[in-house]
């Protein structure tokens, strides 16, 4: 071997070993970004419904170069308890790091709604009625303005359940308004009133011979008024 040869055999084994090294040697992780709000909504605030500042958004900053992306979930506008999380993640595309940040706030109800009038009973009682029947759901929605009755109510649906424990579901549920006449959503000042009719042919309601005779099977649901607000009002029927 010449000394030209062995010196290209050092150096192209050097050139390896440095390479396997580098190849080998873990990547530096992002450090956790920090993360900044850009919006009005305090942290364990207390927002009337129709006042709830707009969404929020987030920006966030690291040891990389590029900066982080920075997205938020969970807003709503809707009554009740809500968390949003903003979450950073590192541009770093070999060992990015996520980083996430919460504020929590609530929303208070300004509407007061009703429960379903008689004939309807609720608090977890079974409303027990013929399959083909029509059920009238009468209920209040007060304290909001006049330009919002059109919209207070966002759907009215009735879902079937498992009679032997109602919070368990079966199928999708389905709309109880209709374009029928008598079967669309009324209302008058605060007043709602909705038909329900209920189907003649439910499935778990054919009849079912024991010992020679026909039975009659039960088919359980629960109907449920969801207002604009995000409030919801519902009833349990047992339709045999």
């Given at each position: 071997m010449t000394l030209s040869s062995l010196r290209r055999t050092i150096v192209g084994a050097a050139l390896t070993v440095l390479i396997s090294t580098s190849a080998l040697a873990p990547a530096t992780a992002a450090t956790p970004a920090e993360i900044t709000w850009s919006n009005e909504i305090t942290n364990g605030a207390t927002y009337l419904y129709?006042?709830?500042?707009?969404?929020?958004?987030?920006?966030?900053?690291?040891?990389?170069?590029?900066?982080?992306?920075?997205?938020?979930?969970?807003?709503?506008?809707?009554?009740?308890?809500?968390?949003?999380?903003?979450?950073?993640?590192?541009?770093?595309?070999?060992?990015?790091?996520?980083?996430t940040a919460t504020i929590s706030y609530t929303v208070q109800a300004t509407w007061t709604i009703s429960k379903f009038a008689k004939p309807v009973k609720m608090d977890g009682v079974w409303n027990k009625a013929k399959a083909g029947s029509t059920i009238p759901f009468k209920f209040k929605i007060e304290g909001m303005a006049n330009s919002e009755r059109a919209t207070a109510v966002a759907d009215?649906?009735?879902q079937q359940v498992l009679c032997?424990?109602?919070?368990?579901?079966l199928g999708e549920s389905k709309a109880v308004a209709s374009t029928r006449m008598g079967f669309k959503l009324r209302s008058h000042m605060a007043k709602f009133h909705q038909n329900w009719k209920t189907a003649k042919a439910v499935k778990a309601a054919k009849a079912a011979k024991t010992t020679g005779k026909p039975v009659a099977t039960?088919?359980?649901?629960?109907?449920?008024?969801t207002a604009a607000d995000g409030?919801?009002?519902?009833?349990?029927?047992?339709?045999?």
């Open positions: 129709g006042q709830v500042p707009a969404a929020p958004t987030c920006t966030a900053v690291d040891d990389q170069v590029v900066p982080p992306t920075c997205v938020v979930s969970g807003y709503s506008n809707l009554v009740g308890m809500h968390t949003l999380t903003a979450t950073a993640t590192s541009s770093d595309v070999v060992t990015p790091t996520v980083t009215f649906s009735y032997t424990d109602p919070a368990v579901v039960t088919t359980c649901f629960q109907v449920t008024m409030q919801a009002i519902s009833a349990l029927f047992q339709l045999r």
